[in-house]
């Protein structure tokens, strides 16, 4: 897997991310440098976790199902870009008056990274796949595209929100997809 599909995995990945970001933004009102570092910050930390976590858990399985790993690859992908685009569609009520506590964040964090986890998963099937580059460089698009989530939130608010959550959902099903043809071609 090359430099640029772990770039589109990263911003796929991102998107729940970029949502809780642009509400927090919003509840903001105004940047506040070090409320923004923190909120990308976590966000960025639980998206190089995950990836690895779920690498090693896949990588207990993936003698026993590597021949079938383009397709499991295809079904997890597939369901999660159809469940973030299901997700975009529900009316979504992150905001609150005083924005999240740390332990509201920790949570958000982990609760946007669950796809993070399935993406590890798939990742251990891959011959000499190196989890640790791809998930540093998926969190590091993570806290950057969060920072800018929070910044625009500011501005914007929860015109992008949806949105946002539908690019990453497409973006996930198009990598599923290409992965299942990897098989054919």
């Given at each position: 897997?090359?430099?640029?599909?772990?770039?589109?995995?990263?911003?796929?990945?991102?998107?729940?991310?970029?949502?809780?970001?642009?509400?927090?933004?919003?509840?903001?009102?105004?940047v506040k440098m070090r409320k923004t570092?923190?909120?990308?910050?976590?966000?960025?930390?639980?998206?190089?976790i995950m990836p690895i976590l779920g690498?090693?858990?896949?990588?207990?399985?993936?003698?026993?199902?590597?021949?079938?790993?383009?397709?499991?690859?295809?079904?997890?992908?597939?369901?999660?870009?159809?469940?973030?685009?299901?997700?975009?569609?529900?009316?979504?009520?992150?905001?609150?008056?005083?924005?999240?506590?740390?332990?509201?964040?920790?949570?958000?964090?982990?609760?946007?990274?669950?796809?993070?986890?399935?993406?590890?998963?798939?990742?251990?099937?891959?011959?000499?796949?190196?989890?640790?580059?791809?998930?540093?460089?998926?969190?590091?698009?993570?806290?950057?595209?969060?920072?800018?989530?929070?910044?625009?939130?500011?501005?914007?608010?929860?015109?992008?929100?949806?949105?946002?959550?539908?690019?990453?959902?497409?973006?996930?099903?198009?990598?599923?997809?290409?992965?299942?043809?990897?098989?054919?071609?």
């Open positions: 897997m090359g430099f640029f599909q772990i770039f589109l995995i990263g911003v796929g990945l991102s998107m729940d991310a970029f949502a809780v970001s642009l509400c927090q933004g919003l509840i903001m009102g105004k570092v923190r909120i990308a910050f976590i966000f960025g930390i639980f998206q190089t690498f090693c858990i896949g990588s207990i399985f993936s003698g026993k199902v590597s021949q079938y790993s383009n397709i499991i690859a295809f079904i997890i992908l597939g369901y999660l870009g159809f469940n973030m685009i299901r997700e975009a569609r529900k009316e979504n009520n992150c905001c609150t008056e005083n924005g999240c506590s740390s332990k509201a964040l920790l949570a958000l964090g982990i609760a946007t990274s669950i796809d993070a986890l399935a993406i590890g998963f798939t990742f251990s099937f891959l011959k000499n796949f190196n989890i640790f580059m791809s998930s540093t460089g998926i969190g590091i698009i993570t806290f950057i595209i969060s920072a800018i989530g929070v910044v625009l939130g500011t501005k914007f608010g929860t015109l992008l929100e949806s949105r946002a959550q539908y690019l990453g959902g497409m973006i996930l099903i198009i990598i599923g997809i290409k992965s299942l043809t990897e098989n054919f071609i």
